[in-house]
């Protein structure tokens, strides 16, 4: 069983940024695509960003791009580690942001992964 452990949330004002960090428990051969999804009270979860390992393929959805960028955390290759810097921050970003990650490189990760962290709580006030 993979574990994915969040960190970085917080409360920031509107035009502000913050950055998010997920590491998981196994090495790297195990996992093949990371990626962000947020669930705002009282809407579904949504898709954020992801990155593949194989050629650093990056997804985001319409509503970061340009604000977000997501990579993978470089301060160990052999470490499942994935970083979301989150930019020029608005009061409709506000939800909890959801780690993800999934052995399969084929996947569509916008569809959803196989493992999935508790989630760390990003406050954005106007």
């Known amino acids: 069983q993979v574990q994915l452990v969040e960190s970085g949330g917080g409360l920031v004002q509107a035009g502000g940024s913050l950055r998010l960090s997920c590491a998981a428990s196994?090495?790297?051969?195990?996992?093949?695509?990371m990626g962000w999804f947020r669930q705002a009270p009282g809407k579904e979860r949504e898709f954020v960003a992801a990155i593949k390992w194989s050629g650093g393929t990056t997804y985001y959805a319409d509503s970061v791009k340009g604000r977000f960028t997501i990579s993978r955390d470089n301060g160990d290759n052999a470490k499942n580690a994935v970083l979301l810097q989150m930019n020029s921050l608005k009061p409709a970003d506000t939800a909890v942001y959801y780690c993800?990650?999934?052995?399969?490189?084929?996947?569509?990760?916008?569809?959803?992964?196989?493992?999935w962290g508790k989630g760390t709580q990003v406050t954005v006030s106007s």
């Open positions: 196994r090495r790297a051969s195990s996992i093949n695509v």
């Open positions: 993800a990650a999934d052995p399969r490189p084929w996947i569509d990760p916008r569809g959803g992964m196989d493992y």
